[in-house]
């Protein structure tokens, strides 16, 4: 498995927004290039999110193919709107795996 880790420094008062437009383009990815999905993450760093995408290898994350959907535009253009700058921070093979697809747990559980 492939992840790509990515920064996004937004404009002030533009994170609903962004949110908003993010999971649409997510969306949009994980349909039509073959992506597992992606979470978006806010951190201590005003107006910084930090995003990681997971795919099944570095070359379907890589391969280039058009979506051909119009809300995927238009939200990639909200999305951009609100950018000051995005940066992939880390692009990372998968070498050990313990991360629960189900995250309920009872309180006696290690």
């Avoid at 949110?19 to 597992?36: D, Q």
């Avoid at 993450?41 to 995003?51: A, E, M, Q, R």
């Avoid at 959907?69 to 999305?79: I, L, P, S, T, V």
């Avoid at 697809?101 to 290690?110: F, L």
Wanted: negative net charge; proline residues 4%; glycine residues 4%.
């Amino acid at each position: 498995m492939f992840v790509a880790v990515y920064e996004f420094e937004i404009k002030e008062g533009t994170e609903t927004s962004f949110r908003e437009a993010w999971l649409e383009v997510t969306k949009a990815i994980y349909e039509h290039c073959g992506s597992f999905g992606s979470r978006l993450h806010t951190s201590d760093k005003p107006n910084i999110l930090v995003g990681y995408a997971q795919w099944p290898d570095r070359e379907t994350w890589q391969k280039d193919r058009p979506v051909i959907d119009e809300k995927y535009h238009r939200a990639r253009k909200q999305m951009l709107d609100c950018l000051v700058q995005s940066k992939t921070v880390y692009e990372l093979e998968v070498s050990d795996d313990y991360l629960r697809a189900n995250q309920s747990r009872s309180p006696n559980q290690d």
